[in-house]
């Protein structure tokens, strides 16, 4: 089994990776990796998906509040509740938030989440270009500081997710 950590704004390839492991894939931890706009990591800490106001980074496709595939998660860990995740979205377009409820568990169950600030990214970004002589881009970067702050317990996979000729800056 791997560690899988994956560059999330909208939830799409960490969802795909769900699936996988719910499929037989030897995944042992799913990681979600965020920027500042770090509206997963938030939602696995405290239990409530909230949306707060977004902040512009290098990292432009993770500049996300409301990630549209996370609405997919919902359905699968509520065993299937269309009713809780109507419930949940009309109260997330009303109030701008929504409380997991009993989902909340099973997201910490599936999910280990890490947010890397702006300067940590740039400071990935320079420290594997010296080490190893790649350019991470900077979605990557923000995996590459989530798998550095949580301990594996063995191999780590880091999904990237874009190429750093996409980001010029």
């Given at each position: 089994?791997?560690?899988?950590?994956?560059?999330?704004?909208n939830?799409?390839?960490i969802?795909?990776?769900y699936?996988?492991?719910?499929?037989?894939?030897?995944?042992?931890?799913?990681?979600?990796?965020?920027n500042?706009?770090?509206i997963l990591?938030?939602?696995?800490?405290?239990?409530?998906?909230?949306?707060?106001?977004v902040h512009?980074?290098?990292?432009?496709?993770?500049?996300?509040?409301?990630?549209?595939?996370?609405?997919?998660?919902?359905?699968?860990?509520?065993?299937?509740?269309?009713?809780?995740?109507?419930?949940?979205?009309?109260?997330l377009?009303a109030?701008?938030?929504?409380e997991?409820?009993?989902t909340?568990?099973?997201?910490?169950?599936?999910?280990a989440?890490?947010?890397?600030?702006?300067a940590?990214?740039?400071?990935a970004?320079?420290?594997?270009k010296?080490?190893?002589?790649?350019?991470?881009?900077p979605?990557?970067?923000?995996?590459?500081?989530?798998?550095?702050?949580?301990?594996?317990?063995?191999?780590?996979?880091?999904?990237?997710?874009?190429?750093?000729?996409?980001?010029?800056?």
């Amino acid at each position: 089994e791997v560690d899988f950590t994956v560059p999330t704004g909208n939830f799409g390839d960490i969802f795909a990776g769900y699936v996988a492991k719910r499929m037989g894939l030897p995944v042992r931890r799913l990681r979600i990796a965020a920027n500042i706009n770090d509206i997963l990591a938030r939602t696995l800490k405290t239990g409530i998906y909230e949306v707060k106001q977004v902040h512009a980074t290098t990292s432009p496709s993770m500049d996300i509040q409301i990630s549209s595939n996370f609405e997919r998660y919902l359905f699968e860990a509520s065993d299937r509740d269309a009713d809780f995740v109507r419930s949940s979205m009309t109260s997330l377009i009303a109030t701008g938030s929504f409380e997991l409820g009993r989902t909340g568990s099973r997201l910490k169950q599936d999910f280990a989440a890490v947010s890397a600030s702006e300067a940590d990214v740039a400071d990935a970004i320079r420290r594997t270009k010296t080490a190893y002589g790649y350019v991470l881009d900077p979605h990557t970067a923000c995996a590459f500081v989530a798998a550095e702050r949580v301990a594996p317990e063995g191999n780590t996979v880091i999904l990237s997710t874009a190429h750093p000729a996409k980001f010029p800056d």
